[in-house]
């Protein structure tokens, strides 16, 4: 179905945040149309099958401690769950650091870890209990620094920073130098103390999918490039839609595009290399560490925590890096964090995505204004946290922001009530 030439809202961009303000805004009985540049729903999460594995372009994974996680329907994905903790590997051989609430019969491996005394532990677990349960305001509240400055000032030591921290934090912030802001690291380990990780069955591309589908049929239009945002006015190649509001939700980059002088962050990016196994050298579903020095952040068994993402039960196995790599410069090290040989490892695919994610550097601007008046809104992880949950809220705030805006344009003028 075509774009109208005159719609409520149009929402330029479907991925998370652009499908969490449509679904908003048509739960308020608002015509909204959503369009978007590629062939499918999900953004920066997309699914695609190769040989009959479920490749994600580029590993990721939802956490259920993210607030925003209550718009979905986790039991509908059918979640597989990796282990809360890590993989690191030691001179002595791999040693599990996991939550002991969630395995204690893992408590041991915890405890014998290189990851400095019991001193250093307890200090990790006062960073972990303080993230984890103090009010958000309060972590907003406290001095931002970078987040390497923060984890030496809680006294985690600088064993446990080298080995599990630095590489831990590096697949997920998408850095290693650990300049992130604090408070964005507060908000990510509050969200791992209070969650859990997983896979959709169907890959990530599915959690965009689920929200897709709660919009009217027709009012989504894929494969239609927007190529300019004037005013209330969306074009594309095959003509101009003008509506009420308009909502820019694409990635940051083509967001200043269409928006100049909104200013975003500098983008982040992985490599990610996938192999198949033919079985997982693993008892669990933990993700392995790089080793310092090394090329990889981290590799994991994906099929452990989601068997779906095999055909069969062979192992597929996501290994990333920051830096551009090639398979052949990365194999060996692979093949050792699993304690496999390199010949056992057959390459699928690999993928380089250069804007993974937009940077969280000090100072967190964690809330930038989506409301750019007279009717224009964007929204997208750029404005909020580069997450799912930056993503997902960012949609949330600006859908509210129209609906306010829509209703005081539709409210009656005072003493014309008639
Ligand atoms: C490899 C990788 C790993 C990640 N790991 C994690 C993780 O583990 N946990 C986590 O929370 N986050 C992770 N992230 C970040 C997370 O995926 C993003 O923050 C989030 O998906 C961003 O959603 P968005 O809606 O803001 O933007 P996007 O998903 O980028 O959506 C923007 C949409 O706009 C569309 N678009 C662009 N230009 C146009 C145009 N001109 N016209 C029409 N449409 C257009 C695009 O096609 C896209 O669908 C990861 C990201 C990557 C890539």
Not at 21 to 44: E, I, N, Q, S, Y
Not at 69 to 80: K, S, T
């Amino acid at each position: 179905m075509t774009l109208p030439s005159r719609a409520e809202v149009v929402v330029v961009g479907a991925g998370l945040a652009g499908l969490s303000a449509a679904t908003r805004l048509a739960a308020a009985g608002r015509d909204v149309h959503l369009v978007d540049a590629a062939g499918h729903v999900g953004g920066r999460l997309t699914t695609t099958r190769v040989d009959g594995f479920t490749v994600d372009r580029g590993f990721q994974v939802l956490n259920t401690g993210y607030p925003r996680v209550a718009d979905l329907d986790l039991d509908a994905l059918d979640m597989g769950w990796f282990w809360t903790g890590a993989v690191v590997q030691g001179d002595s051989g791999p040693h599990r650091v996991v939550d002991p609430r969630q395995h204690l019969g893992a408590l041991l491996d915890t405890v014998r870890a290189p990851i400095g005394g019991l001193p250093r532990k307890a200090a990790l677990a006062a960073f972990s209990a303080r993230a984890g349960y103090l009010p958000v305001s309060r972590l907003l509240a406290a001095p931002e620094r970078t987040a390497e400055e923060a984890l030496r000032a809680a006294g985690v030591g600088e064993q446990a920073l080298e080995t599990f921290l630095r590489p831990f934090l590096s697949g997920v912030l998408l850095e290693d130098r650990l300049t992130t802001s604090s408070r964005y690291l507060d908000l990510v380990w509050r969200s791992l103390v209070r969650g859990r990780v997983g896979l959709p069955a169907a890959g990530m591309q599915s959690v965009g999918q689920q929200l897709a589908d709660r919009l009217p049929a027709g009012h989504v239009h894929l494969g239609v490039r927007v190529t300019a945002v004037d005013g209330r006015s969306v074009r594309t190649a095959t003509g101009t839609t003008t509506a009420d509001a308009v909502v820019v939700a694409t990635d940051p980059d083509t967001a200043t595009g269409l928006l100049p002088g909104l200013g975003a962050s500098a983008p982040r990016q992985v490599t990610t290399h996938l192999h198949v196994l033919p079985a997982s050298p693993w008892p669990a579903p933990l993700i392995v560490l790089g080793r310092p020095g090394g090329h990889l952040v981290n590799t994991v068994v994906v099929s452990d925590a989601q068997p779906a993402y095999s055909p069969d039960r062979r192992a597929l196995v996501a290994s990333s890096t920051l830096q551009p790599t090639r398979e052949a410069d990365v194999r060996a090290e692979i093949a050792r964090a699993h304690g496999v040989g390199p010949g056992d490892l057959d390459h699928l695919t690999s993928v380089t995505v250069t804007g993974a994610q937009p940077a969280a550097t000090v100072p967190l601007q964690h809330r930038r204004p989506v409301d750019l008046g007279e009717g224009l809104f964007v929204c997208g992880d750029h404005r909020d946290t580069p997450s799912i949950q930056g993503a997902m809220a960012s949609g949330a705030r600006t859908a509210r922001a129209v609906l306010r805006r829509l209703t005081a344009s539709t409210a009656p003028v005072p003493g014309n009530e008639g």
